[in-house]
């Protein structure tokens, strides 16, 4: 490891959910805090103010995951302000922590923490209804990584005011290298790209070793490993479970166990179409996406950010990358934004339909360095179609300046999104 690796090992990045997070802990008695491994969720906790000076219990502990098994009233016991880690490895506490929240409720603050969602898991939501609310960490935003404040590119979209958006902010970020790194804090610091994929398939083996045995009975690792190549080498296409299934040689049924083994772990997305049941002829198949570039591009086997360049699945890692960009902000939103695709069954497609509230916004991505009027072609079509809530478009490319490319529809650089 190099001076200069070590030296950056230790800063702190703060994170965009640092004042939800800081507001829910005013408001509610347990927050869940989940998001993948790596993402940062215990940097964050021992970073933020109270909960860095509260007693933190973590499951990856044998000594306390026992106790948690065999005596959970007495591991609460006295305690007012803690943290658990790694909840889902001993899901029976949460009845005891139900019980003790009920008993002192103004008075407890607890934070759990779990690389799964611990909402798709069995029974959980009603433990914990109406006492707990849950937050995502995910991997950092390209300006989070710098320290810098989001945009408002979205917000003035959704206003109407898309005039106001301009291209002032200089660009300082390659975005091949970008898409290749990925975006989860301990990526920032590697100086080669060798020490990228060293880190990545590191990731991959702890992931398929540790968690996924801990989580459910997998007949095969090596099966499971060439169904997330298959689904890399899909990322951002709609999802069909019988092609991956035929192609990999894998029983449906066991696909569909798999891919739902790869959300519960928040490494894999399956974004829903958007309908308003005007248009019944619509695809109603979901799309297919990795929570991070960096790993959708490591296991589609491209192993340098200049592998990535003129071949034909970098749009689909480009996309990968903004729908990154677009789920961190999507989860600042209070309610919180939900993504959807567009696509018709003729094949006219949007990418993204950004949903706030009773609003849409539809999103494409081009991998081009320059786009033109035609290039917005389905955009136009889409927000025909859903003139009354659609408050415009937006196309995101490769280049540097912000152009107007009809009424309500503007083509911005990747950077301006987020």
């Known amino acids: 490891m190099n001076d200069n690796h070590s030296q950056h090992e230790w800063i702190y990045i703060p994170r965009w959910l640092t004042e939800r997070f800081s507001d829910a802990l005013q408001n509610h008695p347990v ?60 899901p029976q506490i949460l009845s005891e922590i139900k019980r003790y929240v009920d008993a002192r409720r103004r008075e407890v603050s607890i934070v759990l923490t779990g690389s799964a969602n611990i909402l798709l898991m069995k029974n959980v939501t009603e433990t914990l209804a109406g006492r707990a609310v849950l937050m995502t960490m995910d991997s950092m935003a390209w300006r989070e990584t710098r320290g810098q404040k989001p945009v408002s590119t979205l917000q003035k979209m959704f206003e109407g005011q898309w005039q106001s958006i301009t291209d002032r902010q200089p660009m300082n970020g390659d975005l091949l290298n970008l898409i290749f790194r990925g975006s989860l804090p301990p990526l920032l610091f590697f100086d080669t790209e060798e020490a990228i994929v060293q880190w990545w398939e590191g990731y991959v083996a702890t992931f398929l070793e540790r968690d996924l045995r801990l989580l459910s009975q997998i007949d095969s690792l090596p099966d499971f490993r060439r169904l997330m190549v298959a ?108 993504i959807y695709f567009w696509r018709t069954v003729t094949g006219k497609e949007v990418d993204f339909v950004l949903e706030k509230g009773r609003q849409i916004l539809g999103i494409e991505v081009k991998n081009k360095a320059d786009v033109g009027y035609r290039d917005a072609e389905n955009l136009r079509l889409f927000l025909h179609e859903y003139a009354d809530i659609a408050q415009g478009g937006i196309i995101v490319y490769n280049g540097s300046e912000v152009k107007p490319l009809d009424e309500k529809i503007i083509a911005i650089p990747w950077y301006l999104l987020v």
């Open 31 to 90: 927050i869940i805090l989940t998001g993948p491994r790596q993402v940062g969720k215990s940097t964050f906790l021992q970073n933020i103010e109270p909960v860095k000076h509260w007693p933190q219990l973590s499951m990856d502990n044998l000594d306390v995951l026992e106790q948690a098994q065999k005596n959970p009233n007495a591991l609460l016991t006295g305690k007012r302000q803690f943290v658990i880690d790694e909840v889902q490895k001993s």
């Open 231 to 338: 689904l890399a080498l899909r990322s951002a296409q709609v999802l069909n479970q019988t092609e991956v299934s035929r192609d990999i040689g894998m029983p449906q049924p066991t696909v569909n166990r798999y891919i739902n083994l790869l959300e519960i772990m928040h490494l894999f997305y399956r974004v829903p179409a958007f309908a308003v049941n005007r248009t019944k002829r619509l695809i109603k198949s979901p799309k297919a996406f990795w929570f991070d570039s960096g790993l959708a591009t490591f296991l589609s086997g491209y192993y340098s950010s200049e592998s990535l360049n003129g071949i034909k699945q970098t749009g689909g890692l480009f996309e990968t990358f903004v729908f990154q960009q677009l789920r961190v902000w999507a989860s600042l939103q209070i309610p919180k934004s939900r």
